[in-house]
């Protein structure tokens, strides 16, 4: 059989996407409006169907409902197998290798493996037969039974694959297969699992200046929520929203912005087996990337720690208390004076805040609205700093959502935010701040006698 190309040349993030797809069972793939999501899809369910051995290949491309699936999906499926109508052989002859079916969606391939593009409005049109590889575009506005109920036991016999694409309508069952399939990535990258999320100000698929105007002619929580791929756009009671902290990621302090703003190191031992050690530097309005950790003793946390204080030379340390006892002890036993936080303990600020947690997260979002600056590479703190929700108690005091709550949605314990958290611990003066100030009291009682 002649060699035969499919006219496609991926672009980023396609260029990252499909090795993963290659390499993970379950995939999910929460994208930004425009970014190429169906053809990235097309092609690989197309690669797989052309190239996989299994005989009586079947493939099925799921969209919402029939008439989408026909206007979005099935042109592509036509465009990219072009090559397989008009097939040169010798003698200048021509043949025809593929099969299309216009009445069922369908496309038989030279290979005779089938691929059929189907509506979730007729979900049942799908059981009693099995499949190889499935993609589900849009699973949010497809019904949460879908894939258990139907498209998992026709991927049972012959171990086939499925892909799950869209963007955030809110917390549904996209949402909850994100947050599975991330907490699945997280423990095994090298599972059946992975997770992936690609918002428009980080591809570069729509240039600067109109994705700027996208966003003056939208509503906020809609572009928050198609654009930035902000599961939570929808909801109030979000502490942090994305776009406060992308906002915060586009901006920069120089060393001279920063004269005489303290310096505060925030420190996040490890509390289980799976959780990190996070270091965090901040000096005044400007955060510095975190230094996480794994699988150290205190003792070796504390040698680190001790190296970062001698460097850094911070006017304060604050430790989170719970899991950080030894590490403390063992700071001090070495001559530094670090500052122990209890997470649960009390508040400085009694009537506001229902808990030291609440006040830190609650201090740290009051940061980031008066100016603070992130470091804008750090999407795994920006995702974990946008993740947390409040509410108020009887009293009106705010409280945070628990932390094992946090860490059952992301798979994940939310160690980046909460070290930078700890930095909003207690007010703190520079060392300059104490000099000015001891040099006026100096100033003043010799001027009073």
Same mark, same amino acid.
């Given at each position: ?7 496609? $040349?991926?672009?980023?993030?396609q ?7 290659? $390499? ?16 990235c ?45 008009a097939?040169p052989?010798? #003698?200048g002859?021509?043949? +025809?290798?593929?099969?299309? +079916?216009? *009445? ?6 030279? /290979? ?6 189907l509506?979730?409005? /007729? ?6 037969t099995?499949?190889? &590889? ?8 497809i019904?949460?039974?879908?894939? /258990? ?32 399939a ?5 423990? +095994?990258?090298? #599972? ?9 100000d980080?591809?570069?698929?729509? %240039? ?15 572009f ?6 902000d ?18 990621q ?8 920063l004269?005489?703003?303290? =310096?505060?190191? &925030? ?26 950790l %794994? =699988? ?17 030379? @911070? ?8 899991? #950080? %006892? ?10 530094h004076?670090?500052?122990?936080? @209890?997470? &649960? ?9 229902? +808990?030291?947690? *609440?006040?830190?997260w609650?201090?740290? *979002? ?28 009887? *009293?009106? =005091? ?14 994940? $314990? ?22 000015f100030?001891?040099? =006026? ?7 009073n006698?």
């Amino acid at each position: 059989m002649p060699r035969l190309e499919i006219p496609y $040349s991926p672009r980023y993030p396609q260029t990252e996407i499909h090795p993963q797809l290659e $390499s993970h069972r379950f995939c999910v793939l929460v994208t930004h409006r425009q970014m190429g999501k169906t053809v990235c899809a097309v092609n690989h369910l197309l690669k797989k169907a052309c190239t996989v051995a299994p005989p009586n290949g079947r493939y099925f491309y799921v969209a919402p409902f029939l008439k989408q699936a026909e206007i979005l999906v099935w042109d592509y499926f036509k465009r990219f197998t072009a090559p397989f109508t008009a097939v040169p052989l010798s #003698g200048g002859r021509i043949t +025809n290798l593929l099969q299309i +079916n216009e *009445a069922k969606l369908s496309l038989r391939l030279p /290979n005779s493996a089938v691929i059929r593009v189907l509506g979730a409005d /007729n979900p049942d049109a799908l059981r009693g037969t099995y499949a190889d &590889g499935v993609v589900l575009d849009e699973y949010a506005q497809i019904k949460p039974n879908v894939f /258990n109920e139907i498209i998992r036991p026709m991927l049972t016999s012959r171990k086939g694959w499925c892909l799950f694409l869209g963007t955030p309508k809110g917390q549904d069952q996209f949402y909850d297969v994100y947050c599975h399939a991330a907490k699945e990535f997280a423990a +095994n990258p090298h #599972g059946e699992w992975w997770a992936a999320t690609y918002r428009a100000d980080q591809t570069g698929v729509i %240039a600067p200046d109109e994705l700027a105007s996208i966003q003056r002619e939208t509503p906020e929580n809609l572009f928050r929520q198609e654009y930035l791929c902000d599961f939570t756009a929808s909801r109030t009671d979000v502490l942090i929203p994305i776009d406060l902290v992308l906002a915060a990621q586009k901006r920069l302090y120089s060393e001279y912005d920063l004269r005489g703003a303290p =310096k505060i190191l &925030g420190v996040d031992p490890a509390r289980f087996g799976d959780d990190r050690s996070v270091i965090i530097r901040r000096q005044g309005l400007q955060a510095f990337a975190p230094r996480v950790l %794994a =699988k150290l003793d205190n003792v070796q946390l504390a040698g680190i720690v001790a190296q970062e204080i001698k460097d850094f030379r @911070p006017d304060a340390v604050f430790i989170d208390a719970g899991q #950080g %006892a030894g590490v403390i002890d063992v700071l001090r036993s070495l001559g530094h004076d670090v500052l122990e936080v @209890p997470f &649960g303990g009390a508040p400085l600020q009694a009537g506001r805040y229902r +808990n030291k947690r *609440a006040e830190l997260w609650g201090e740290m *979002a009051e940061w980031l609205k008066q100016g603070g600056a992130l470091p804008d590479k750090e999407t795994a703190l920006a995702s974990e700093l946008a993740c947390a929700v409040y509410d108020f108690d009887e *009293a009106g =005091k705010m409280r945070l959502e628990a932390k094992d709550k946090i860490k059952a949605r992301l798979g994940k $314990s939310p160690d980046l935010a909460d070290a930078l958290a700890l930095t909003f611990a207690a007010p703190v003066a520079s060392r300059e701040q104490v000099h000015f100030m001891q040099q =006026k009291t100096t100033y003043e009682v010799e001027w009073n006698v």
